[in-house]
Structures are given as structure tokens and as C-alpha cells.
């Protein structure tokens, strides 16, 4: 980068913090995800520093001018930390407080959904009172359990036999409440990434174990990545756009990634949405961001380049204007 570009990048962004590592269990990864956008803003000459909510005050924030979101789950992808931004007038990346917190909340994201007629699978709610063969008779075997609040797959199982039900469902309440139990939609796992207004290639997935579990999506080196996806371009702009709007449903915006399945009939049904998805080597949205010619650290400033002109009346902070920072990525 030329030192012309360095100054603008400087100018244009200010002071930026990477907020990553948090108090959640997924902070590990977040940690990655941080380091890996952290370096890639000062590589682009960006005056970026890190911040980790879990160790230090929140009220430090107020030296910076924007953040950059890098947390997962709890207290980072919820809502909690865009709010408290929010009271500091800091802009900041991804998607507001509400849809943050309905994007968390994997319930309300398939209540808001199949009233806007995006399909999803069949589910119920599970609690202590629940009985385990009505559950079975509902949605047949084999069955997804999983935290309505939580990320990375942590406190999921899939359960192939009613009597496994009950120790699934108590595995995902140490992590939330609220327990989803979810139809098996067995014909292929995919995920779309979103930025701006954006869908991006969308990626298959293929796990060489049970399914894309936590040790599937961040420790194993076996996982299949197939981008191009091995749909059909018109089921693939299909699919983008259906997720846009699944998106878009939620208010997220900026970036973020919409997951989905396939039967094995071809249809699709869309999952969860993730508002700040992993940045790590192993994560989808730099993959797909590739696909479609963009390297990891362009994709970084993009990212960053959108609290630009995101249109936030309730922050009395300038939102600069275009001024050329369209040539730093």
C-alpha cells in the first residue's frame, strides 16, 4: 500500500479498536478471529488496537472513534455489546442491538421468519415438562438439540434414538434455558455470506464426522470446503437472494452469514443467521469473500469502510463521508 493510501485509511477510520476475545464460550475463537482482523487493519495501515471486554473497561472505549466487532456469542453477538457502543456514540461494525439479539436467539429468528415466509425446520421448544416420544412423534428421528442462545455449536447433539433425547436436552440447557429441538434435514450443509448489500458464493460444507460440530468447524483439517458450491447458477442466485432477504428480515446489516440445509429432495430451509461470523482460518465469509476476488484483508476494510455511511441519527459522533477510502482495499 502506498503511503498516500496509509494516511487516508488513518484519516478516514481514526482511532479503531478490535474488540475480540469477550467472555463467552466461544471466546477462544474469537480471540482468532480478532488477531486475524487485527493485523489485517494494521497491514492496511489502519490505527487499529486491541480491546478484549473481559479484562478491560468498557468505559476505555470512549478514546477510540469506531470499533470493529470480532466477539462471538454472549455479550459480543447479542446485542450487548452494540448497545453499550451505542451509549458511547462509537460506531461500530455489523448489524444494531435488535437484530443482534434476534439474531442470537435462533426461537425468535424462525418466529420472525415463518411470519415473512422464509422456510426453516420444523421444531419445538423443550422444556423439563416435556415428554421425549411426543417430541419423536413430531419430528421423527434422527433430531438436532441445541441452546436457542449460543454459537459455534456448543451444547448441540444429534440424537438418533428417543432414549439419547432427554441427556441432549440437558447438555444444551447447561449452556441456555431455552432448548430448541429441531427437525433432521439431511441433504447438505451450506452457508451464504452477506456484505453490504451482497450475497456472496455460497459455500457447501462437508464434515467427515457426524456433522459440522465445533471440533468440524475449528479443529479438524479434514473438513471439505466446495466453493463453488455444486449448485445450479439459477438455484444459487435463487438461494442468495432468498437469503438477503432472510437477512434482511432480522434489520441485520453491514455483513454477517445466513446458514442453511438442503433436503434430499433439493429444497432448501434456512437455519440461522450469524451477525458476527468467525474470522479465523477456517472461516466461511473469507472463504466465499475469495470466490468472489476479495483477499482477507480487503475484506477486512470493507467490513470496516461500512460504519463510513451507515446513517445512525442517534450518534452525535461525525459518520465521515466518502473521501476516497474506497481505494485502501
Known sequence: MSLNSVNMAQQAFGKVAVLF???????EVSLKSGSAVLAALQRQGVDAHAFDPATEDLSALKAFDRAFIALHGRYGEDGTIQGALELMDIPYTGSGVMA?????DKWRTKLLWTAAGVVTPNYVLMDDSTHAENVVTALGLPLFVKPANEGSSIGVSKVKQASDLVTAYT???????????????GGGEYTVGILGETALPIVRIVPKNEYYDYEAKYLRDDTEYRCPSGLSAEQEKQIQAEALQAFNVLGCKGWGRVDFLMD?????YFLEVNTSPGMTDHSLVPMAAKAAGLDFDALVVRILQQTLFAANPFCSKPWYRDNGINDVA
Open 21 to 27: 476475545g469477550g467472555r463467552s464460550g466461544e471466546r
Open 100 to 104: 443482534s439479539a434476534l439474531g442470537m
Open 171 to 185: 447438555l444444551a440447557k447447561q449452556s441456555d434455558p431455552l432448548v430448541i429441538v429441531e427437525q433432521f434435514v
Open 264 to 268: 434430499e429432495r433439493g429444497r432448501h
